[in-house]
């Protein structure tokens, strides 16, 4: 069973930054996908940003375009999230997911981490 541990999230100042961290249990071979998304109080689940297993294709949500970049370190079996230009909107919780899939879709993604707070102050 693949455990997903974020880390990184806190509060920061509009036009802040934060790196969020996420780090799998073990390297997930099968799961080819990872990405972030986030869920704000009374909102649904959304797309952040996904990355493949080789770092070669990223994706990322129109309204964090520019602002936020996803890496990985497959041999930490760690990827991240960059985060700059912090706007209050962008306040949730952020969590890293772990699927087969290229999609923006949670239910195509089959890990979840725990979710990590992330408060943007006007």
């Known amino acids: 069973q693949v455990q997903l541990v974020e880390s990184g999230g806190g509060l920061v100042q509009a036009g802040g930054s934060l790196r969020l961290s996420c780090a799998a249990s073990?390297?997930?071979?099968?799961?080819?996908?990872m990405g972030w998304f986030r869920q704000a109080p009374g909102k649904e689940r959304q797309f952040v940003a996904r990355i493949t297993w080789s770092g070669a294709i990223t994706r990322y949500a129109d309204s964090v375009k520019g602002r936020f970049i996803i890496s990985r370190d497959n041999a930490k079996n760690i990827w991240y999230l960059q985060m700059d230009s912090l706007k209050p909107e962008d306040t949730a919780v952020y969590y890293c997911?772990?699927?087969?899939?290229?999609?923006?879709?949670?239910?195509?993604?089959?890990?979840w981490g725990q979710g990590t707070q992330v408060t943007v102050s006007s």
């Open positions: 997911a772990a699927g087969s899939y290229t999609t923006t879709t949670p239910d195509d993604y089959d890990y």
């Open positions: 073990e390297r997930t071979f099968s799961r080819q996908v």
